[in-house]
């Protein structure tokens, strides 16, 4: 009677385990067939219904800055039906920031299409300087030029570039380093796409050619 006993316990137990590995079989396989799924679904461009987003990296244009044209200060570059001038660089000493300055881009845009489009200083404009540090424009300069500044008058964003027609002014400016005497100014001729960033346009920015803002 004993061994009957331990016959049917050892006979439950092998039940069991053979029921566990084989839902443990089943959990695999529904994993990998998940994870199949949304990899189809990854790779589906043309599925609307994709459930997972790429990566952030992958998201970034390869091809940014790719084509880059130099110019020099007052002279026109040309690219993406826009012909670019940068006239002049204004710097402003901020008594209020201790080791920085405020930097001033005056500039033409001519839009060469038959239709209007609109850039921004943010997202059209840089400085480039040291170790390949990059400095965007910033709002607080308006205000700064706004108050204190009478012969800068700034255009605020969005900067509207008529058809078959021109942009001449300032745009928003830069905080820099308030020693920074050279550095690049780049312009992506972007027209009526914001993300259309292959081309830029650079400029090399020497001390001669910053003057100081009256």
């Known amino acids: 009677m004993k061994i009957s006993k331990i016959s049917a316990l050892l006979l439950c137990a092998a039940m069991a385990l053979s ?14 067939d998940k994870s199949i799924s949304d990899s189809e679904n990854y790779n589906n461009s043309g599925n609307e219904d994709t ?3 790429p990566p952030q990296e992958m998201t970034l244009n390869p091809a940014l800055g790719e084509n880059q044209i130099n110019a020099d200060i ?13 006239n002049s660089i204004i710097e402003a000493e901020v008594e209020d920031l201790a080791g920085k ?3 001033y881009l ?3 845009i001519s839009n060469t299409t038959d239709e209007d489009y609109s850039l921004s200083s943010l997202n059209n404009f840089y400085l480039l300087h040291g170790d390949n540090i990059m400095e965007t424009s910033d709002l607080t300069t308006m205000f ?10 700034i255009t605020q964003d969005p900067i509207i570039v008529p058809a078959k027609g ?3 002014g300032f745009i928003s400016g830069f905080e820099v380093p308030a020693d920074l005497d050279s550095f690049t100014v780049g312009f992506y001729p972007t027209q009526n796409n914001a993300n259309n960033k292959q081309t830029v ?14």
Do not use: R
């Open 19 to 32: 029921v566990s590995a084989a839902c443990e079989k089943d959990d695999k396989s529904s994993k990998s």
């Open 51 to 53: 459930t997972k987003n």
């Open 74 to 86: 007052e002279e026109e570059a040309d690219a993406n039906e826009t012909i670019f001038k940068l």
């Open 101 to 103: 300055k405020y930097i």
């Open 106 to 108: 005056n500039v033409d």
């Open 144 to 153: 700064y030029a706004k108050n204190n500044l009478k012969d800068i008058a």
């Open 166 to 168: 021109k942009f001449s």
């Open 201 to 214: 346009i650079e400029v090399e920015v020497t001390p001669d050619d910053i003057q100081p803002a009256k």
